[in-house]
């Protein structure tokens, strides 16, 4: 099982990062000279860039460049509803259109943020999900690949959670979520039927079952006039 270029690259910087070659808030190196190190084009090298950026692990600045992120103050948040369940909820009808659909091997965050152990598969999907016909969001989901092997490509791709609940016999734990904020590039653009540029909602996501395991990773990328999140808190002191 080939593991994609940019997942290499990707792994390498996350490395990198981690053993202190390139520090919390320093500039990395310019795309240019990253595309020659690794011997790839610059798509693939922007590709395992706005990976990292996705991961919240850096951040670019416009007219500056691109860094090793800061730690940002974050709140967790319990309960979850599928998109699916949202747009419903909104008296929309919710649609999504496939990307990508393939078993690989894991990235480095994607190893950690599930927990899975060396040697295992992950079916990454890419997904760009609308409601009413309007896109709102592309997404990227990674599901460890031996918890939904015996289920039908349709039924993942359509409604994870209610495949996992009803077919499985799982029951869906928790969810710690990550809000952020990007620009649009040109994919995004594309993909999302907005402009390069446009102001972006980024979520991460780790769901869990209700024995604690981790069973999904989202990377999620929302048109920002499009959807908003709204969080209600109890108890506040």
């Known amino acids: 099982m080939q593991e994609p270029m940019y997942i290499k690259i990707h792994n390498q910087i996350k490395k990198d990062i981690e053993n202190n070659k390139y520090k919390v808030g320093e500039r990395i190196p310019a795309e240019r000279r990253l595309a020659l190190q690794f011997n790839v084009s610059r798509m693939t090298l922007r590709q395992a860039i706005k990976t990292l950026e996705d991961e919240g692990v850096l951040e670019r600045r416009l007219g500056s460049g691109t860094y090793v992120a800061s730690q940002k103050v974050q709140e967790k948040m319990s309960g979850i509803m599928s998109f699916t369940e949202i747009t419903k909820a909104n008296g ?3 649609t999504s259109k496939l990307i990508s659909y393939r078993v690989t091997k894991p990235s480095l965050s994607e190893k950690e943020k599930l927990q899975i152990k060396d040697g295992s598969s992950v079916l990454r999907m890419e997904r760009v999900r609308s409601a009413d016909g309007v896109p709102i969001c592309y997404e990227v989901a990674t599901i460890p690949f031996s918890l939904v092997a015996k289920f039908s490509k349709t039924e993942i791709a359509t409604s994870l959670y209610k495949t996992l609940e009803k077919s499985g016999g799982y029951e869906i734990g928790n969810v710690i979520e990550n809000i952020g904020a990007a620009i649009a590039n040109e994919n995004d653009a594309k993909l999302l039927s907005i402009n390069k540029g446009d102001p972006l909602v980024t979520r991460r996501q780790i ?22 999140f709204t969080f209600s808190k109890s108890n506040i002191k």
Do not use: I, K
Not at 208 to 222: I, K, M, T
């Open 207 to 228: 769901t869990e079952l209700s024995n604690g395991q981790p069973f999904e990773y989202v990377l999620a990328s929302y048109v920002a006039d499009r959807f908003e």
């Open 92 to 94: 929309q009808v919710p």
